[in-house]
């Protein structure tokens, strides 16, 4: 069952939190346990068996390594053996299922990226194996985090699983976010999404038309994992937990490192703490720190997706960001304007290689894009342009923070402190769109869990 959908919505999240709050302490990890199971194995129980096996595996795997992590031969050969086994089966897994063979299993993802990390931190000592089985398995299966993240530290996890509040503060504070994830996803993600299809369904592109098609892929796609990260984030919120921030405006940085510094931040620190730093450490010389990021990133892109072009966007966003570093960091520094355009032009020639379905269509949308198409317009183009370049500006201006002091200043005047009161208002009338939105409205699949 998807967090964005009416059922979930009006039917089944209601009753979860009002039983939630009611329930005694001591039953609310097993409630939300039974919850997230049901909930991701809703309409498919076989799903719930993908994550079954994960959870025994490393339940027992991180026993077995704590016991052998005074043998260091012995316990790097279980974590390089648990590593490269739950990747080939989440890679197999997610093949066969992209074929027809075997129902997806959504969230595999992040579930197998949980359960490495907690069997990592074991290995390193940052924490002991959990002997409660009830908290292990709800950090790997609470259900918020299974679409979209964020990738949570599992320590972190457990010590806000102990010393959680509920209250009517974080129930009203989670509610209001998970509206606006809500509305991020269903209202701008959807249409951006619908876009985006109708435009590459399109026989030839013309060059408006290929740079519509790229702009709206991204904001598709930043706005599809930033509903679902936020909706995330007050679900959690609403039962207690404070799950970390996972975008931060990516949009309108100057360079392209700032820009994935800003993008998926949880997913980049994962891969930052549990495979750059462990598996290579300290490294001395400056080809070596380099080629590490870039093969940390052709491993980002694979997270995606192990499909060709996965790894050649991660290949290609560890080039740039080793290029920039290497060379033109202090121009781009120096010329904020001048690095917000070439990371935003950079940036859509980039994102075609997350869309297209083979190099073949790569290289013809960017020699498109670069006006040796279709001609520099067509009627198809003219059209989306005019009828959707308002939403295109809203969508700018939701998913950058240029006008976050103008926001500030006017909050702390009598007009906007008037806005503030009538805020629950807002709220309620956000919530009421956003079923309209999902009742009548055209909903675009998910392209990223099919990845």
């Not at 005694?24 to 991701?40: D, E, R």
């Not at 897994?93 to 074991?122: D, K, S, W």
């Not at 201006?397 to 805020?423: C, E, H, M, P, Q």
């Amino acid at each position: 069952m998807y967090l964005a959908s009416f059922t979930f919505t009006v039917a089944v999240l209601p009753v979860l939190l009002l039983c939630y709050y009611f329930i005694p302490a001591k039953g609310k990890t097993a409630f939300l346990l039974v919850c997230s199971f049901l909930i991701y194995a809703w309409g498919a129980p076989v799903r719930a068996l993908y994550l079954l096996a994960y959870l025994g595996f490393d339940y027992g795997m991180g026993l077995l390594l704590e016991f052998a992590r005074p043998h260091r031969t012995t316990s790097t050969f279980l974590l390089g053996g648990s590593a490269v086994l739950q990747v080939a089966v989440m890679t197999t897994v997610r093949e066969f299922a992209a074929a027809g063979g075997l129902l997806f299993p959504f969230g595999i993802a992040i579930y197998t990226l949980q359960g490495l990390g907690y069997l990592i931190g074991i290995y390193r000592g940052r924490h002991p194996a959990s002997r409660n089985f009830l908290h292990l398995a709800l950090y790997l299966s609470f259900f918020p985090m299974l679409y979209a993240g964020p990738v949570v530290n599992y320590l972190e996890f457990n010590e806000q699983m102990q010393k959680r509040q509920c209250n009517i503060i974080c129930l009203s504070e989670g509610l209001a976010l998970f509206i606006q994830g809500l509305a991020e996803k269903v209202v701008l993600a959807d249409t951006f999404g619908y876009m985006f299809r109708e435009l590459r369904a399109a026989g030839s592109l013309s060059m408006l038309t290929a740079w519509l098609m790229t702009i709206s892929f991204a904001m598709y796609l930043y706005f599809e994992l930033l509903g679902y990260s936020e909706m995330a984030r007050g679900l959690g919120k609403a039962f207690g937990f404070d799950l970390p921030k996972n975008f931060n405006h990516p949009f309108f940085t100057p360079s392209i490192t700032s820009f994935m510094q800003s993008w998926n931040i949880t997913l980049l620190l994962w891969f930052q703490t549990n495979f750059r730093h462990f598996l290579f450490g300290k490294v001395e010389k400056k080809w070596q720190k380099y080629a590490v990021i870039i093969l940390t990133w052709v491993f980002i892109g694979g997270f995606y997706g192990m499909r060709v072009q996965f790894l050649l966007w991660g290949l290609a966003i560890g080039v740039l960001v080793t290029i920039e570093q290497l060379v033109i960091a202090p121009l781009l520094n120096q010329r904020y304007l001048l690095g917000m355009i070439y990371t935003a032009l950079l940036m859509q020639f980039v994102w075609v290689l997350f869309f297209a379905e083979n190099l073949t269509e790569v290289g013809y949308v960017w020699r498109t894009m670069l006006g040796f198409g279709s001609g520099i317009a067509d009627q198809n183009g003219l059209y989306f342009f005019t009828s959707y370049i308002a939403l295109i500006l809203l969508g700018l201006y939701v998913a950058t923070d240029l006008f976050r002091n103008i926001s500030d200043r006017i909050g702390t005047t009598a007009f906007g402190r008037a806005v503030d009161r009538l805020k629950p208002i807002w709220h309620g009338l956000l919530m009421i769109f956003c079923l309209a939105s999902m009742l009548y409205g055209e909903r675009a699949a998910g392209l990223w869990l099919l990845l």
